[in-house]
């Protein structure tokens, strides 16, 4: 039988090489792939993927997609606080870049599958299509960030990852003698690399545009010095001296607003999403989920309704704080499979 071919998705961290070390042991003949993206210490990310590579004697390939990822995840990131949404790239950059183009790449090499080290389960849902389900480690679970890929791209991945919590990974890497070697733990938004996301527009000479803050009622207390700096729910850098402490409530990018209230209006029960894509079919509507607004939120229980042709109604049992407009919202059933993701439009008062 004529082995399959996996391309792993290395970075030189933990999980990438224990995946592409699980899947050589399970029989595959497996290929490294590296994304050269425009980040800092770049050559010193591929030296020690290289290491990697060269202990588990497999080959490795730099696959160069600077240009790619600044046009389809750091532009969607600016473009996104711009117009007063606070986005999330790593959704889009796991959909367009790391199984979209790098995906696209490893097909035309010849390789069957593509692995990476996200801690998510693929399952059979209805019709046999493959799901996305959350990973066994509840505090690894990276699911929400895989939810906006398509039933093809799912075809044509592995995740070895997702059975196993980040205690047992840590466990292989040093029975595979791969402890030293693998790199540090990967960060959320990649391009950052730990700065501010106020410095990093800086550092892409966006001028500040000042405007208003701005109470519910329309008051003016204070004044901005850009949209980007802010995201629904904040309260450091507002400056605004009161007996209890206001918060974002809202960007207003029309009127260049930023709207401030008071922690308790930030509970909201109705979360209004367009765009929903559906993991089989479409259901029927009322239909009973566990939603999460966040990478870092608890999925909480609701109900979906389509309120017209490219908007859905989220309706919580229970009030959530600091629905975000440009975050997903991504939906799950009682077995933890993802149904479908949306993204967030507004709350509902």
Not at 66 to 78: A, C, L
Not at 166 to 174: D, H, P, S
Not at 287 to 308: C, L, M, N, T, Y
Request: charged share 25%.
């Amino acid at each position: 039988m004529t082995l399959a071919k996996v391309g792993i998705a290395m970075s030189g961290g933990v999980d990438s090489s224990v995946t592409a070390s699980i899947l050589k042991k399970e029989g595959f003949e497996v290929y490294g792939f590296f994304m050269h993206l425009p980040l800092p210490d770049t050559e010193k990310h591929i030296e020690r993927v290289s290491a990697v590579a060269e202990m588990l004697n497999i080959s490795l390939e730099v696959v160069h997609l600077q240009k790619y990822f600044t046009h389809k995840v750091v532009n969607y990131f600016i473009e996104s606080y711009m117009q007063g949404l606070t986005p999330n790239p790593c959704v889009i950059c796991n959909r367009m870049v790391k199984f979209g183009y790098l995906l696209r790449f490893m097909l035309d090499r010849g390789m069957d599958k593509i692995a990476s080290g996200h801690y998510a389960r693929l399952v059979e849902g209805r019709g046999r299509i493959p799901v996305l389900q959350k990973g066994v480690d509840p505090k690894k679970d990276q699911s929400y960030f895989l939810c906006r890929l398509t039933t093809d791209q799912l075809k044509s991945m592995i995740l070895p990852l997702g059975n196993l919590t980040k205690k047992e990974v840590y466990m292989l890497a040093a029975e595979m003698g791969l402890d030293g070697v693998h790199g540090s733990e990967s960060q959320d938004i990649c391009f950052l690399a730990g700065e501010t996301v106020a410095s990093f527009f800086e550092k892409q000479e966006i001028m500040n545009r000042p405007g208003d803050i701005v109470t519910t009622e329309g008051k003016i207390i204070g004044q901005h010095q850009g949209l980007w700096r802010y995201t629904v729910g904040q309260r450091r850098g507002l400056a605004l001296p009161h007996t209890t402490p206001w918060y974002v409530y809202r960007l207003e990018a029309d009127h260049n607003r930023v709207v401030v209230c008071k922690n308790e209006m930030l509970l909201k029960k109705i979360v209004c999403t367009r765009d929903m894509q559906w993991a089989t079919e479409e259901p029927s509507y009322p239909v009973r989920i566990f939603a999460q607004i966040r990478g870092s939120h608890q999925p909480s229980a609701a109900s979906v309704d389509k309120e017209s042709d490219d908007l859905w109604n989220i309706t919580f049992d229970k009030p959530q704080r600091a629905v975000t407009p440009g975050q997903f919202a991504v939906l799950y059933n009682e077995d933890n499979k993802i149904t479908g993701s949306g993204i967030i439009v507004e709350h509902v008062d």
